[in-house]
Antibody, heavy 119, light 107 residues
């Protein structure tokens, strides 16, 4: 069974840092690009970042560019999101999602991890 | 960046109704669009890829159409389990962008 399990969320002060992890299982991790998507409380979905299967290509939303870094470790089947210089606007549930080659469909998604930025 | 304008923001419908949701792209995205369903407190789930291809396991009452800049998601006969929020997502270029979402509520 394909599974994605996020971890690392929590309460952090403005200006602080946090690293999210997404543990993948049930598929060949290095064969798929992986995405992060977030959802602020009561709001819609916002695409955050993507990394290619090899890890050689990354892209970011303008709202996080220069502050967030996506990475992956194929030896651990784990996706990461390093988040720096956090602000209240980064408060959200963060989901990781596998991407299908060709169709670019995001499936499945993890259950999400909540990041709260507050003093 | 490509802007995705989704409408309506919300709608009320009854079981058995036909429901149509629209997404408009700010520029031509060919058929590089997917549709997702999200229920409260849950992660989104995929419905349709390449604008009109039904993902395996998704009921046939869901359908997608369109290309270029205008796309629609149709539920032919709304079922109780379909009350949720629906999002479109373009993957034609980076950054990828979602529509604002359409909440389908019970009338």
């Amino acid at each position: 069974e394909v599974q994605l399990l996020e971890s690392g969320g929590g309460l952090v002060q403005p200006g602080g840092s946090l690293r999210l992890s997404c543990a993948a299982s049930g598929f060949i991790f290095s064969s798929h690009a992986m995405n992060w998507v977030r959802q602020s409380p009561g709001k819609g979905l916002e695409w955050v970042s993507v990394i290619s299967g090899s890890g050689g290509s990354t892209y970011y939303a303008d709202s996080v560019k220069g502050r967030f870094t996506i990475s992956r470790d194929s030896s651990k089947n784990t996706l990461y999101l390093q988040m720096n210089s956090l602000t209240a606007e980064d408060t959200a549930v963060y989901y990781c999602a596998r991407e299908y080659s060709g169709s670019s469909l995001l499936d499945p998604w993890g259950q999400g991890t909540l990041v709260t930025v507050s003093s | 960046d490509i802007q995705m304008t989704q409408s309506p923001f919300s709608l009320s419908a009854s079981v058995g109704d036909r429901v149509t949701i629209t997404c408009r792209a700010s520029q031509d995205i060919r058929n590089d669009l997917g549709w997702y369903q999200q229920k409260p407190g849950k992660a989104p789930k995929r419905l349709i890829y390449a604008a009109s291809s039904l993902q395996s396991g998704v009921p046939s009452r869901f359908s997608g159409s369109g290309s270029g800049t205008e796309f629609t998601l149709t539920i032919s006969s709304l079922q109780p389990e379909d009350f949720a929020t629906y999002y479109c997502l373009q993957h034609n270029s980076y950054p990828r962008t979602f529509g604002q979402g359409t909440k389908v509520e019970i009338k």
